[in-house]
T-cell receptor
């Protein structure tokens, strides 16, 4: 498709289980971001990938969170041993080129709503 | 507190009125962007203003930036019911690489 695609749209999981969230960025976009948004709150930065550079993982809240980007395209965000406080919308975004600093527009997907019960 | 903070947190206006919301930030930026979010899902980019710009327009949107006060405003003129959404400012902080830092947003309700 033409936009950033995320799956699943909604995921309900039991506390303690692992979950994987997938992001397909816009074709040709070298920068990819993951953000988290709790209900009624702003966006919290998680991780940033740019080309072949080492990712900026400074926003990952704990070692239960990890993300990969294979082949410079699709990214997977993995949350291990989920906790109830992990419940949120996880938003993926991509941009052409380095992203924010260069002034490139960042395009967001519709998000994956995670509920941990 | 956050790098970008919007004010007010919520705004309710009648269709046809103008809506103004403000964003304050703490550290030097390369640029500031405004986004709209409907129904708590994907964000839509509205406008980007660079640190050396003071004002930009896009349709019914007007954005100002005052780097001396570390603040920006978003004005929506002649609002419509379809403008009902949450609006976020996002700053690209010079010392923080390429990630955008978002504020908590302003929830705007435009009543028909």
């Amino acid at each position: 498709g033409a936009g950033v695609s995320q799956s699943p749209s909604n995921k309900v999981t039991e506390k303690g289980k692992d979950v994987e969230l997938r992001c397909d960025p816009i074709s040709g976009h070298t920068a990819l971001y993951w953000y988290r948004q709790s209900l009624g709150q702003g966006l919290e930065f998680l991780i940033y990938f740019q080309g072949n550079s080492a990712p900026d993982k400074s926003g990952l809240p704990s070692d239960r969170f990890s993300a990969e980007r294979t082949g410079g395209s699709v990214s997977t965000l993995t949350i291990q041993r989920t906790q109830q406080e992990d419940s949120a919308v996880y938003l993926c975004a991509s941009s052409l080129g380095p992203g924010a600093s260069s002034g490139n527009t960042i395009y967001f997907g519709e998000g994956s709503w995670l509920t941990v019960v | 507190s956050q790098q970008g903070e919007e004010d007010p947190q919520a705004l309710s206006i009648q269709e046809g009125e103008n809506a103004t919301m403000n964003c304050s930030y703490k550290t030097s930026i390369n640029n500031l962007q405004w986004y709209r979010q409907n129904s708590g899902r994907g964000l839509v980019h509205l406008i980007l203003i660079r640190s050396n710009e003071r004002e930009k327009h896009s349709g019914r949107l007007r954005v100002t930036l005052d780097t001396s006060k570390k603040s920006s405003s978003l004005l929506i003129t002649a609002s419509r019911a379809a403008d009902t959404a949450s609006y976020f400012c996002a700053t690209d902080v010079r010392a923080a690489g390429n990630k955008l830092t978002f504020g908590g947003g302003t929830r705007v309700l435009v009543k028909p």
